[in-house]
């Protein structure tokens, strides 16, 4: 860093850091002129250190600024060396209670649902978890940076304000105490001097203007020359239009435009260039031109260097105030009283009021430091919070104003502060009583909504992208609204009532105009034209609902309060009637006798209004009357008798009216805008202050009516006033058949019509309308959603209304309706409603959708059915109406509705064709039942000697008056009881005629007692019972599961099926855990089954019938048939890589023929297990290759398979793969000669005999390639010495007895191996190809028995099919691969593996045996030895060369055991040894112990070495014998296929092993004690064995997932104080969790992008080709979702691990309920990672949804 800088400042540094800040503080003291001296220090030093080159250096900066300009002021304020001073300010300190801490961007915050004020308080982890509430109900998020921890503030909590470490210690008093106390005298002056210059200092240079020019009094006569292009940020422009700008106006990088780009959208400000005016300018020029085409310009200043040196060091100022009140209550006290004073210039002119009023102005960077101190010292202050909020008061209108002009986000904006303030409810209650802050924030709001129809209502402009941001902006002043409101006062003071009152009148000027906003007309003949604007009213009245609700929740805390209010409501609300008057004439309606006048007005002609909120405001306070009893305890004082029913009700209901007209299908020509409107009308969002309301306002109106009257209004209303008033309506009808859609939209407007009367007497579930309490309303609601079908707990939270605090209440009564069902591996937990709740099922609640109710109408009649009961679903009992409503019943037993339910079953009874309808008979039923219900409850609840004033059962039962003479009500149901059309009606009527009954027989005993009924009973069945039935219907699934998979696959042909898909995983997945290993071999005795050597079990190979998926026809497989393949997949792995730095660095020239121990850089090869023919695969992959090649020239879009790499996918079961493996026979079989052989030699000769073989191979190659050259003659000598072994015939080449097609196939699969795994261009030539295929069959093999080994299931197990396919054709085929590869090739590899054990001159790139893995080597020498044996014919058998090779391989595995054992657990003598074992192995340790010269260890106690050498050899032998079962076709043992303790020695015996393994040793002692010698020496191992090098050591440990904690919020946590580690210390947006290696990551942000082959990539892609090779599992910590990613093109999102007490998760943490780790769900993650199933997965996912291809996984 230093050589980047001139000498000259160097010089200055130097300078600079010799001044002694003490010197400087001694002066200052001495000062006369305090504000001068110090000014003079900074004008002259400032600019030295800061903005001296192009580049800032932020850590030198601060360091110099620290030495030369903060330390004298810190030494000023002391007094002392501020190390000594600040340490006993700090001791001296009473710190207040407040935690006050500040989050960070990310930073997990805690709310307590039962105690916080409201839900805006929150408090820091530390406290959290120190608190009452981690025990409560609580919601977590994560802050998006600013605001602070509530902990230790009363006013927020209604209990547990304090955390542990905040509480009050017993001895402290509360009372406020002043800070200043304990501080000196000195101190206090001192301190306010400095403060006092510093601030200024701040604010005057971060307000200042002038670009070139500083105040006068810090400008310095030798001013350098130099300035800045300073560029700002804005939120316009996007990152690549300002990266692509910059490259062009300051010829930079890309890298450093992205750097430049980046510090702008973080600090806000960067300069961009350095230099003199012209240069600087000449820059600004080009970003401007370049930046306004389309939009306004990016900000661009030209800045003298030493205007921006100064505002840098005004920032560091501000921190450091920051930081040093940090140390006393008192500093900040005296910083708070600085910043307060008023200025010079009067009113607004304290620093506070200047930095608040300049707030637009300032960059970001700047905005945020001054925030933070404000937080720091203003809002931490009791007394000067209180200031503070005065001040932010009186600025709110203009601050505000400035917010919606300025274009950065609200929380870089001061006016975000409103939430610290107004949520405070003692400073709320002060602002509104002295600054009357509800009437200037609802003022601010209107006077931003300046457009008015000629009413004075509000007009919107069409809602475009950029209406919608300000009007964003604009309502941010309703959320202020609503901060004001949200803590309702608990006593009222008369100030209060006023200055409620008069916020509540402005509040109702809002309104009023609303009342009436956007009415629409009827569009009739054609088609609107334009969709009219809707959705800014609807936003409006969206954001305001919970002010509304707040609103009358004030007004019901005081009685005055109300009454004045219900008052002011009604006057407006008779203002605004004068308002529309359109067509409204008078006329008089007519039936029955009973006649109203009314106005002549249809909702289909005239001009119709969705907006009333002047209505339902008053509907909802008219309903407070009566739930506070005011109604009753002060009539006197109400405008009761000014209402006019009529008026109250005429608007609500013409809404009502336009939703059913719209039903009705009258207002299609409106358009979608209108549907949207009704939607939103009814919708949980809106409903409560409009749809509900206007139910309310009408049972008020109706309350107050005579029901007949209504009625009659209400016909006419709904247009069907004619129907009814006209006689034989029905019948004229139907014989008309033209008329058909008007009789249909009469239909459904009389069904309507009628629905809205069972509302109007139903709906009692409002506390004050119903005499019920709050908490059976929600019940009521959730019963009714439950009713539907069960629902998970986020699905029932989001169909309820949730209030100002996000509450439902549903927590307080769901356990009374439903039950709660866990959740399963997948999906969510789900509440079942009761049984017992049915009963209180409404068919008709009146927040069902149509559609909902007709599912819950089915739902509801096939629970009835299953329950063996009738399916008739009659209305349930309600609770009585309050004494205002209580007159509502009367509508039910009216003249008009009589007359209308008899019309109406007199049209059934007729039946007249289309004039009628089943739902209207239902509803009318419906209502009769009500009638009934409500008569029962009169009669059962009567008092003794009153009249019973509800006759409804003799109204029915008397006949029609003439000249009708229709027959009663009653004779029409008993008539219609038996009618056959109405079969799904009959139950109902059923239950009305029983109904009837029972009341008469209550009449009749003259309610001497009341009649019980026994309503549905519960069946019980026996649990067992249940189960047993259970099992079995889970059995007979299955079996029908399976059957139908049978047939659809004798079905399918040629095509595949994509339905089936989920039918195959889920078959897959039984296989797996029912069908037990296959069993095709004819059974062999148990006894003695040995899977190699000579005495190899000899076992018939059945023959092998297979099915093609594409042409369905059954081949054989044999040796020389057409090949049959299976589609496999294989990948690059390090699942089981015990080393993940290691990534192979050169393709080209990496050797993999031997693998290291720590088996990092694997490939992994996966099967489905679906076979074919080799040609109808080529042909399936030709047609798939040039579909695709026409689908990208056409659409240019990705699939979830890479064609061009090969990649494609089953045909059956869609499963990703990249190439085929072909079906073989046992290899083994199909090429040894099997000739009788007596006499085998032992390992020592057979040694003997293949390092001859070995010799004399390599001579002839060496010679074969020399003789083109110089024939040496040496080598011909060697020739001659070397004595060409017995019956080895090195010129004999064996004929490959494959047919073409297969050895085709096994080139196909070698070569996609080779270039899978080394991600090399195919070539079948290279001499790599057969070290790949070897290694994928040893690595495959190796990581199936580690899931076996984890999941502790026995090697030989059940299997799933596609696994036991996979292995057998992969080990089968690698076995074979030799045969078509050049024999001196596989040769030359035998010989290298061979020469690892067998030392060999001609090598010296060996490896140590420490660095081989053993089962790799194990593979590679046997796959690899036929090609030397074949040459073979002195009688030594392959099977002899089998077992000596495993013999081998498995002794010197041991040594490497045994070397690397870690014997530092011996700390138990133990006894002398006894056993056979434990006595050879201490005496093989002895030998290595004498080899290694003594480097080795003593030895341990025998009975430790001997079960370190069994444990670290199982892998191996369990490897070795899925390896050689596959290998050879040997059946596995049975106690091998079932769990058990050991099976060490079952695994011995069938790998033909003695089970004391050090045997091997002594009965081959002649060879193996020089072996064990030339392993010993090998100067690796003894770097090994002197500690100057590390080795794997036996058996490997697991590979997990890394452990994740319990708690999610500790994960938000350790992210949050994650930065990313490439832009310095700046917080991270998106941290990414690695579920493989646990680092975090920098995810989806320009500054950590890495080069990848040529392409810019994401940090999680980037890490995957490190960490995974290519694959990867990440957890993307704010959303709480996991990601799974492969390459660059492949990625999906995988449902979390972490779930909510409700099962559920909840990926974007948009709920916040506390989330635990599901250990099942992140097992199965975990298991998909081991399986090698990630990119399968990701397949899956993408093909189910093409969404996920288009996202650009690589940018993540
Ligand atoms: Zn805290
Ligand atoms: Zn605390
Ligand atoms: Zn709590
Ligand atoms: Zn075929
Ligand atoms: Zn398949
Ligand atoms: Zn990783
Ligand atoms: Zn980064």
Request: charged letters at 25%.
């Amino acid at each position: 860093m230093a050589s980047e800088m001139e000498p000259e400042v160097q010089a200055i540094d130097r300078s600079l850091l010799e001044c002694s800040a003490e010197e400087i503080a001694g002066k200052w003291l001495q000062a006369t002129d305090l504000t001068r001296e110090v000014y003079q220090h900074l004008a002259h030093c400032v600019p030295k250190i800061y903005c001296r080159g192009p580049n800032p250096f932020p850590q030198k900066e601060d360091t110099l600024a620290q030495h030369v300009l903060l330390g004298p002021m810190e030494w000023y304020i002391c007094g002392e060396d501020p190390a000594l001073g600040f340490p006993k300010l700090e001791q001296a300190n009473k710190p207040s209670h407040l935690c006050g801490r500040v989050f960070k961007v990310g930073e997990p915050t805690y709310s307590c649902r039962d105690c916080a004020v409201d839900p805006t308080c929150v408090l820091c982890m530390e406290c959290f978890l120190g608190s009452i509430h981690r025990d409560h109900r609580y919601r977590m998020t994560t802050s998006g940076g600013g605001g602070f921890c509530d902990c230790g503030d009363t006013e927020a909590w209604k209990e547990g304000p304090y955390c542990q470490k905040h509480k009050l210690s017993s001895s402290e008093v509360v009372e406020e105490e002043d800070p200043l106390v304990h501080l000196s005298e000195d101190v206090i002056a001192r301190t306010y001097n400095i403060f006092a210059i510093m601030f200024r200092y701040a604010v005057d240079i971060l307000t200042w203007e002038k670009e070139s020019e500083l105040p006068d009094d810090l400008e310095v006569a030798e001013k350098s020359d130099t300035y800045y292009c300073m560029l700002f940020n804005d939120e316009v422009h996007t990152y690549e239009q300002v990266i692509y700008t910059l490259q062009k106006a300051v010829n930079c990088t890309q890298k450093e435009a992205i750097g430049f780009a980046t510090t702008v959208d973080r600090d806000g400000r960067r300069s961009v260039r350095y230099g003199d005016f012209q240069y600087c300018d000449q820059a600004k020029t080009v970003i401007v031109r370049n930046t306004s085409r389309q939009t306004k310009p990016l900000k661009v200043q030209v800045m003298h260097s030493s205007v921006a040196a100064h505002q840098n060091f005004g920032l560091k100022a501000l921190s450091w105030l920051g930081s040093v009140i940090g140390y006393s209550d008192g500093l900040r006290r005296i910083l708070c009283q600085v910043g307060l004073q008023e200025g010079p210039d009067g009113e607004n002119s304290s620093l506070v009021d200047r930095l608040m009023l300049n707030d637009s102005k300032l960059w970001k960077g700047a905005r945020s430091v001054y925030h933070q101190l404000f937080m720091s010292s203003l809002l931490m202050d009791l007394k000067y919070k209180k200031l503070f909020a005065v001040r932010f008061a009186k600025n709110y209108e203009r601050l505000q104003r400035d917010y919606v002009t300025d274009d950065h986000d609200r929380e870089f904006s001061v006016a975000d502060l409103s939430v610290q303030i107004f949520t405070v409810p003692s400073l709320a209650r002060m602002l509104i009583t002295e600054e009357n802050l509800m009437t200037v924030i609802i003022k601010a709001f209107m006077d931003h909504l300046k457009h008015r129809d000629a009413q004075g209502r509000f007009q919107f402009e069409r809602y475009t992208a950029l209406q919608a941001f300000k009007f964003r902006r604009v309502q941010s002043l309703i959320l202020d609204l609503k901060y004001v409101l949200i803590s309702k006062p608990t006593e009222w003071s008369e100030e209060l009532r006023q200055k409620f009152l008069q916020g509540f009148d402005a509040f109702l000027e809002l309104l009023k105009c609303m009342q009436g906003m956007d009415p629409i007309t009827r569009q009739v003949g054609q088609h609107i034209e334009m969709e009219p604007e809707w959705e800014a009213a609807f936003t409006l009245q969206m954001k305001l609902t919970h002010v509304i609700s707040m609103v009358q929740d004030w007004c019901a805390l005081d009685e005055k309060v109300l009454i004045e209010a219900y008052k002011k409501c009604l006057t407006v609300l008779t203002q605004c009637h004068g308002g529309f008057t359109d067509g409204e004439q008078p006329i008089t309606l007519s039936i029955c006798g009973h006649s109203v006048e009314t106005i002549r007005y249809c909702v289909s002609q005239e001009k119709v209004s969705i907006h009333l909120p002047i209505s339902r405001l008053l509907a909802g306070l008219h309903v407070l009357l009566s739930k506070s009893e005011v109604a009753y305890k002060f009539p006197e004082l109400l405008p009761l008798s000014e209402l006019s029913p009529p008026m109250l009700i005429e608007h609500p209901l013409r809404c009502l009216v336009l939703c059913a007209q719209v039903h009705a299908g009258m207002w299609r020509r409106n358009g979608f805008s209108l549907v949207n409107q009704i939607y939103y009308y009814h919708n949980v969002k809106c409903r409560r202050e409009m749809f509900d309301k206007d139910i309310l306002m009408l049972q008020t109106g109706v309350s107050m009516m005579d029901p007949n009257h209504f009625l009659m209004i209400l016909l006419s209303r709904f247009e069907l006033y004619q129907v009814f008033s006209t006689p034989d309506y029905g019948k004229r009808f139907s014989s008309e058949v033209t008329h058909k859609d008007v009789v249909q939209q009469n239909n459904t407007l009389i069904e309507e019509m009628l629905y809205l009367i069972i509302m109007l007497v139903g709906e009692r579930f409002s506390p004050g309308v119903g005499q019920v309490g709050p908490a059976e309303e929600i019940r009521r609601e959730i019963i009714h959603q439950l009713s539907i079908k069960p629902m998970a707990h986020s699905e029932l939270v989001k169909s309820l209304p949730e209030d100002e605090n996000k509450e439902t209440g549903m927590e307080s009564v769901i356990e009374t309706v439903a039950h709660f069902k866990k959740p399963g591996l997948t999906g969510r937990g789900m509440y079942e409603l009761k049984p017992e709740c049915a009963r209180e099922f409404n068919l008709y609640f009146y927040h069902f959708s149509r559609a909902e109710q007709s599912k819950a109408e089915e739902a509801q009649r096939k629970l009835k059915r299953e329950n063996k009961e009738d399916t008739a679903l009659p209305p349930p009992a309600l609770p009585p109406f309050c004494p205002l409503f209580a007159s509502l019943v009367n509508i039910l037993q009216s003249d008009v509705m009589l007359y209308i339910m008899g019309t109406i079953l007199q049209w059934a009874v007729e039946h007249h064709g289309s004039a009628w309808s089943e739902s209207m008979l239902q509803r009318v039923l419906h209502l009769i039942g009500m009638a009934l219900q409500e008569e029962k409850h009169h009669l059962e609840n009567a008092v003794e000697g009153h009249v019973q004033t509800f006759a409804f059962t003799q109204k029915i039962s008397k006949p029609g008056d003439a000249p009708n003479n229709s027959p009663s009500i009653l004779a029409m149901l008993e008539t219609l009881q038996n009618a056959p059309s109405l079969e799904v009606h009959k139950d109902m009527i059923r239950w009305l005629l029983k109904m009837f009954n029972t009341i008469k027989k209550i009449r009749e005993s003259s309610s001497s007692s009341p009649v019980a009924e026994a309503e549905g009973t519960i069946l019980e069945e026996s649990s067992r019972d249940k189960d047993k039935a259970e099992r079995k219907r889970k059995a007979e699934i299955a079996r029908l599961r399976r059957e139908k998979i049978m047939a659809q696959m004798s079905e399918m042909q040629r095509h595949f099926i994509d339905e089936n898909k989920e039918l195959f995983q889920q078959t897959i997945e039984l296989d797996a855990s029912v069908s037990a290993a296959p069993d095709n071999s004819p059974p062999v005795s148990d006894t003695a089954l040995t899977a190699l050597g000579p005495a190899q079990t000899q076992v018939p190979e059945p023959r092998q019938f297979v099915t093609c998926i594409l042409c369905q026809e059954e081949q054989e497989v044999t040796v020389e048939s057409r090949a049959m393949v299976l589609a496999a997949f294989v990948q690059r792995s390090t699942v089981l890589s015990k080393d993940r730095t290691k990534v192979i660095e050169n393709p080209e020239k990496y050797d993999p023929l031997f693998m290291h121990p720590d088996l990092s850089c694997g490939t992994h090869t996966g099967s489905c297990g679906h076979a074919m023919h080799a040609h109808c695969w080529q042909r399936y992959f030709d047609s798939v290759q040039a579909k695709e090649q026409r689908r990208q020239q056409r659409l240019r879009l990705h699939t979830s398979y890479d064609v061009e790499n090969g990649e494609f996918l089953c045909p059956l079961c869609e499963c990703l793969s990249n190439t085929v493996i072909p079906l073989l026979l046992p290899p083994r079989s199909a090429l040894s000669r099997r000739l009788n052989f007596s006499e085998q030699p032992d390992l020592t000769q057979w040694t003997r005999t293949i390092t001859q073989q070995i010799k004399v191979t390599q001579m002839l190659r060496k010679d074969g390639s020399a003789a083109a050259d110089t024939p040496s003659s040496e080598d011909t000598e060697d020739m001659n010495i070397i004595p060409i072994p017995e019956g080895f015939r090195p010129d004999f080449y064996p004929r490959n007895p494959y047919s073409d097609s297969i050895k085709e196939m096994l080139t196909t699969f070698g070569t996609a191996t080779f270039k899978v795994g080394l991600k090399v261009h195919p070539n079948e030539g290279d001499p790599r190809v057969p070290t790949m295929c070897w290694g994928t069959c040893a690595y495959t093999i190796q990581s199936i028995e580690r899931i076996l080994s984890d999941e502790e299931k026995p090697v030989f197990g059940p299997l799933p099919c596609r696994l036991d396919d996979c292995l057998r054709s992969l080990t089968r085929f690698a076995a074979a691969h030799w045969t078509v590869t050049l024999l001196p090739v596989v040769q030359g590899h035998f010989c290298k593996l061979f020469a690892s054990l067998v030392p060999n001159d001609s090598y010296e790139d060996l490896p140590c045996i420490l660095d081989v893995d053993m089962f790799h080597l194990l593979v590679g020498l046997v796959l690899a030895f036929p090609a030397l044996q074949c040459q073979d014919f002195s009688g030594s058998s392959l099977a002899t060369g089998d077992l000596h090779i495993f013999h081998l391989v498995t002794m010197a595995h041991i040594v490497q055991i045994l070397l690397t054992s870690c014997t530092e657990e011996n700390g138990m003598d133990q006894e002398n040894p006894t056993g056979e074992e434990e006595l050879a192995i201490l005496s093989l340790h002895k030998t290595l112990h004498q080899y290694t010269g003594s480097a080795l260890e003593e030895a341990p106690s025998g009975w430790h070495l001997w079960r370190s050498v069994r444990a670290g050899i199982m892998p191996f032998l369990k490897c070795s014998a899925l390896f050689f079962h596959y290998l050879n076709g040997v059946p596995a043992p049975p106690d091998l296929q079932v769990s058990g303790t050991s099976h060490f020695e079952h695994l011995c015996n069938y790998l033909s092993l003695p089970t004391n393994l050090i045997r091997l040793f002594q009965e081959n002692s002649n060879i193996m004690n020089s072996l064990i010698e030339s392993w010993c020496q090998n100067s690796e191992v003894k770097r090994y064995l002197s500690g100057e090098r590390g080795a794997i050591s036996y058996p490997r440990g697991a590979n997990k997932l890394i452990d994740l904690p319990e708690d999610y919020s500790s994960l938000i946590n350790q992210a949050s104080n994650f930065s990313c580690p490439k832009s310095g210390g700046d917080k991270s947006r998106a941290p990414t969790l690695c579920l493989v290696c646990g680092s975090l990551l920098c995810s989806q942000s320009y500054c950590c992008q890495a080069e990848l082959e040529g392409e810019d990539v994401g940090a999680c892609t980037a890490h995957t080709y490190s960490c995974g090779s290519g694959a990867g599992i990440f957890l993307r910590v704010r959303e709480c979702q996991v990601l799974f990613l492969a390459g660059k093109t492949k990625g999906c999102f995988y449902s979390p691990p972490y779930l909510d007490d409700y099962g559920e998760t909840d990926q974007g943490l948009r709920r916040g309920n506390p989330l635990h780790l599901c250990q099942e769900r992140f097992r199965k993650i975990q298991k998909l990672w081991q399986q090698h199933s990630i990119t399968e997965e990701i397949g899956h996912a993408q093909e189910a949804n093409q969404t996920l291809v288009g996202i650009d996984w690589q940018h993540l």
